[in-house]
């Protein structure tokens, strides 16, 4: 177990896709809970207090990301939106794979009707595409915090439901759990020590790079001004209330589009490089400065590969 | 399947809000006017009565009429949509030829810089909004090296009669140079950028399947009964590995739709992703709803002819077989 973690950590820190990924993502989920811990006094200016004679400055020390229209502190604003952006994305995800997890492992268990009846509603919303399904509920119920995660949480539910289904089946198949229910072991027995540690790697993995997803989604929305209450800062919404200065003030907009594109590749790179490294059957392909994984850890020398030896 | 969608649409619609009338109507409309249009669209009726005209519309083709233009919003459709579908369809080759190349690539060269170097590309354009990509795209392609035409889908100042209303095909129809050059030129731009921040997902599940693949026991079993090296990777791991690309290629539909709600806007692309952003400024709840639907209806029909091609790609799956 413990070399089997060191080798882990050895494959992750090896892996500069997934280090630039786990560094981006800390950096900014420590500045968005500093930001809520001391309520947003993190930001250097009032990101909303509006100050004429600075507007429009370009990015310099004093103002790292410049000015808005209103001469406004872009950086502020960026920091102030960072809780919105990534606290809605985390929300959404969770309860997804919540949902997923419960509904899943459930139709995966019992099969029958029950399964049919979820595979395909399933199916249903998977049909519709993500922004304008999730868009066309957010503009339904009005703007509020709330409503706008509803609104992703329908849209995010299904895939976490298929993919924890899909293991659940996979594992129910194997013969020591159909030997663990010929020894009358129950069900909850059987989802607690067979199928859930089975599953949750896997929607851990996904659900990494979703956060990702979920953040250009709730990003888009605000850009389209729909689900975002009127006094809420959101990255996306800056975005919009500027593109009208595209030409003359180009960073304005390009800037707070920026941070979402960084964050979100942090999450995808973070879960891509995770993805890799619990991969067991690329385990004997990967070498890290030329020499075969399992002999860094002391393990048993992996059989050859037809590859040229190469750093991860 | 379609019905479900019908009914899910109906329930967004009709149910899930408080008062469905003063979210037709919009958000300042006076009383009086409210209730007309609760009465023009049967919203007092019960949901039964409801759920019959609403079947009874689509069944029909009826939409209603736009509250802003007066005009059908079928007809409005059928004017946007062979725009969209220019514009989706020329991204998804581009989807296609770079996603299944780059995959392919950067599957058989696990472990190098050139794996590294397109793993980053793929995630960094994924992890790209779209109303950043199209701003970049703007700005450095038309704007700093002005290459390509910032907006409009070329056009303005041609007279080619609408057959198909696609205006590419239209001008090469009716073989009027000057209008497919323009067309093209209008055409590069929009679509790249479309294509290259929803085509992420394409190039990774290619490579992780040829990665499942290249050393599975059916590819050493091809070499050892002495298959050449192009053949095994045409016909053992590519073929393989094209099988859940496919898929996944149907699933880009349903980004590419959601990106021409961006995309279109900010190349004033006149499409149905243009249709519905102005639906949604302008708060035209039964045009947004038309165009939820008409969607949903492209990403329907793209996953069901992914189900067509599946059999070609792998002699396992027959159709017919109660699947």
């Known amino acids: 177990m413990s070399t089997e973690s060191k080798r882990l950590r050895r494959l992750l820190m090896s892996n500069t896709l997934s280090m630039f990924g786990l560094v981006t993502?800390?950096?900014?989920?420590?500045?968005?809970?500093?930001?809520?811990?001391?309520?947003?006094?993190?930001?250097?200016?009032?990101?909303?207090?509006?100050?004429?004679?600075?507007?429009?400055?370009?990015?310099?020390?004093?103002?790292?990301?410049?000015?808005?229209?209103?001469?406004?502190?872009?950086?502020?604003?960026?920091?102030?939106?960072?809780?919105?952006?990534?606290?809605?994305?985390?929300?959404?995800?969770?309860?997804?794979?919540?949902?997923?997890?419960?509904?899943?492992?459930?139709?995966?268990?019992?099969?029958?009707?029950?399964?049919?009846?979820?595979?395909?509603?399933?199916?249903?919303?998977?049909?519709?595409?993500?922004?304008?399904?999730?868009?066309?509920?957010?503009?339904?119920?009005?703007?509020?915090?709330?409503?706008?995660?509803?609104?992703?949480?329908?849209?995010?539910?299904?895939?976490?439901?298929?993919?924890?289904?899909?293991?659940?089946?996979?594992?129910?198949?194997?013969?020591?759990?159909?030997?663990?229910?010929?020894?009358?072991?129950?069900?909850?027995?059987?989802?607690?020590?067979?199928?859930?540690?089975?599953?949750?790697?896997?929607?851990?993995?996904?659900?990494?790079?979703?956060?990702?997803?979920?953040?250009?989604?709730?990003?888009?929305?605000?850009?389209?001004?729909?689900?975002?209450?009127?006094?809420?800062?959101?990255?996306?919404?800056?975005?919009?209330?500027?593109?009208?200065?595209?030409?003359?003030?180009?960073?304005?907009?390009?800037?707070?589009?920026?941070?979402?594109?960084?964050?979100?590749?942090?999450?995808?790179?973070?879960?891509?490089?995770?993805?890799?490294?619990?991969?067991?059957?690329?385990?004997?392909?990967?070498?890290?400065?030329?020499?075969?994984?399992?002999?860094?850890?002391?393990?048993?020398?992996?059989?050859?590969?037809?590859?040229?030896?190469?750093?991860? | 399947m379609l019905l479900g969608v019908a009914l899910i649409v109906f329930f967004i619609s009709h149910v899930l809000s408080p008062d469905p009338a003063l979210l037709w109507a919009g958000p300042r409309a006076r009383p009086e006017t409210i209730r007309a249009v609760a009465a023009a669209y049967h919203l007092n009726d019960p949901l039964p009565a409801q759920l019959y005209y609403y079947f009874q519309g689509l069944v029909t083709g009826n939409f209603g009429l736009d509250p802003q233009t007066g005009r059908p919003i079928m007809s409005e459709i059928l004017f946007y949509a062979p725009n969209t579908l220019e514009l989706v369809l020329a991204s998804m080759v581009i989807i296609i030829v770079l996603g299944v190349g780059l995959g392919y690539l950067s599957g058989m060269r696990f472990g190098t810089k050139v794996d590294s170097a397109i793993r980053l590309f793929y995630l960094t354009t994924w992890s790209t909004p779209y109303y950043l990509g199209a701003v970049v795209a703007i700005l450095a392609f038309a704007s700093y090296i002005p290459l390509f035409p910032s907006g409009g889908n070329g056009g303005v100042g041609f007279s080619v009669a609408p057959t198909t209303g696609v205006f590419v095909l239209d001008a090469l129809l009716q073989a009027n140079w000057l209008a497919v050059e323009s067309g093209i030129d209008h055409l590069i731009l929009p679509a790249t950028t479309l294509a290259l921040l929803s085509f992420g997902i394409v190039p990774r599940i290619m490579r992780s399947s040829i990665l499942d693949t290249r050393w599975s026991t059916h590819v050493k079993a091809a070499r050892a009964r002495g298959l050449g090296e192009g053949e095994v990777r045409r016909k053992h791991i590519l073929r393989n590995a094209l099988i859940d690309t496919t898929t996944v290629i149907a699933t880009t539909f349903g980004w590419l739709f959601s990106g021409t709600i961006i995309v279109e806007q900010i190349f004033a692309w006149p499409g149905i992703g243009q249709f519905s952003y102005s639906a949604i400024i302008s708060v035209n709840y039964p045009v947004l709803v038309a165009c939820v639907f008409v969607f949903t209806l492209g990403v329907i029909v793209a996953n069901f002819l992914a189900d067509i091609i599946y059999p070609l790609l792998d002699p396992r799956i027959t159709l017919g077989e109660g699947g």
């Open chain 1, 25 to 312: 993502v800390a950096v900014f989920v420590v500045l968005a809970l500093l930001e809520v811990l001391t309520f947003g006094r993190l930001t250097p200016y009032d990101p909303y207090a509006p100050n004429f004679a600075a507007a429009n400055l370009p990015p310099s020390l004093t103002h790292f990301f410049g000015t808005d229209f209103e001469g406004r502190d872009i950086f502020s604003q960026v920091i102030a939106a960072l809780p919105v952006d990534m606290g809605i994305s985390i929300a959404v995800v969770v309860v997804s794979a919540l949902v997923g997890i419960a509904l899943g492992t459930l139709a995966g268990y019992f099969r029958g009707a029950f399964d049919e009846v979820i595979m395909r509603l399933t199916d249903m919303f998977l049909a519709f595409p993500q922004i304008i399904m999730s868009l066309a509920i957010a503009a339904t119920l009005g703007p509020s915090l709330l409503n706008v995660s509803l609104s992703l949480i329908v849209v995010w539910w299904p895939s976490y439901v298929r993919l924890v289904r899909g293991a659940v089946l996979a594992v129910t198949a194997e013969d020591y759990v159909s030997v663990s229910k010929a020894l009358n072991s129950s069900f909850q027995y059987i989802v607690r020590k067979d199928a859930l540690p089975n599953v949750l790697p896997s929607v851990l993995v996904y659900a990494t790079t979703d956060i990702g997803s979920a953040m250009l989604t709730l990003s888009t929305l605000g850009y389209l001004n729909v689900g975002i209450p009127p006094a809420m800062p959101e990255l996306g919404k800056m975005v919009s209330s500027v593109t009208y200065n595209l030409y003359l003030y180009p960073s304005q907009v390009v800037i707070p589009a920026l941070v979402v594109m960084v964050m979100v590749a942090g999450f995808s790179f973070l879960g891509e490089g995770l993805r890799e490294s619990l991969d067991v059957k690329l385990r004997p392909h990967i070498r890290i400065r030329g020499r075969v994984l399992g002999r860094i850890a002391g393990g048993q020398p992996e059989q050859e590969s037809d590859l040229p030896p190469a750093t991860v």
